[in-house]
């Protein structure tokens, strides 16, 4: 993962609705209110999360089964 291609999330880049939400720390369980940084890669988005009540840093990665469509055909 590089910082070129990651993206803060508080910069406003990502529409908020988009954002995970409490994800729970992979070392205490706390709650963690949103991510650090989002990075989109194809067919996955990894997430990189630090815990305020222990200092664990770790990352997520959602695999989706498709790759989305990255221009929808437009109506006939």
């Not at 910082?3 to 990502?14: E, L, Q, S």
């Not at 954002?19 to 706390?30: D, F, K, L, S, V």
Request: aromatic residues 8%; negative net charge.
């Amino acid at each position: 993962m590089t910082k070129a291609t990651m993206v803060n999330v508080t910069n406003g880049d990502i529409p908020t609705h988009e954002i995970p939400r409490q994800n729970p720390c992979a070392q205490c369980g706390t709650p963690i209110a949103q991510p650090d940084w989002i990075e989109p890669g194809e067919g996955r988005v990894s997430y990189l999360w630090t815990c305020h009540a222990c200092g664990y840093r770790f990352e997520a990665i959602a695999i989706f089964d498709e790759v989305p469509i990255a221009h929808p055909p437009l109506a006939a």
